[in-house]
């Protein structure tokens, strides 16, 4: 089983629950990270964060394959909505975005 943790290091970090060990650390925020959810797919994580940014990375290659910009304060909390294509993000600029892709994640 795998965990999903970000903070104040501007890292996501990727656990194995079952021994505790880190997997793997996803850098690109330049701020803290404040939220971050596994798609219901496990493939995906998505973060957001104090630089006002949401990233989507590859769970297993640590890549970030999308950055969202469209908050003008921090990014308080990302979701994934179960087995869609749609991820939802509000922040503290009042503002909630959802998030559509058709073809491919985000």
């Not at 194995?16 to 060990?21: A, F, I, L, P, Q």
């Not at 996803?26 to 496990?42: D, K, L, P, T, Y």
Request: contains cysteine; proline residues 1%; hydrophobic residues 35%.
């Amino acid at each position: 089983s795998k965990l999903v943790s970000g903070g104040k290091d501007c890292l996501v970090k990727l656990w194995d629950t079952m021994n505790g060990d880190m997997i793997k650390k996803f850098r690109g925020h330049i701020g803290e990270v404040c939220s971050v959810q596994f798609a219901s797919n496990g493939k995906y994580i998505c973060s957001g964060s104090h630089d006002e940014s949401i990233r989507v990375w590859e769970t297993w290659t640590g890549e970030c394959i999308r950055i969202l910009d469209a908050h003008s304060d921090t990014v308080n909390c990302v979701s994934f909505s179960p087995g869609s294509d749609q991820l939802c993000s509000c922040g503290a600029d009042g503002r909630v975005h959802l998030w559509v892709s058709s073809t491919s994640l985000i």
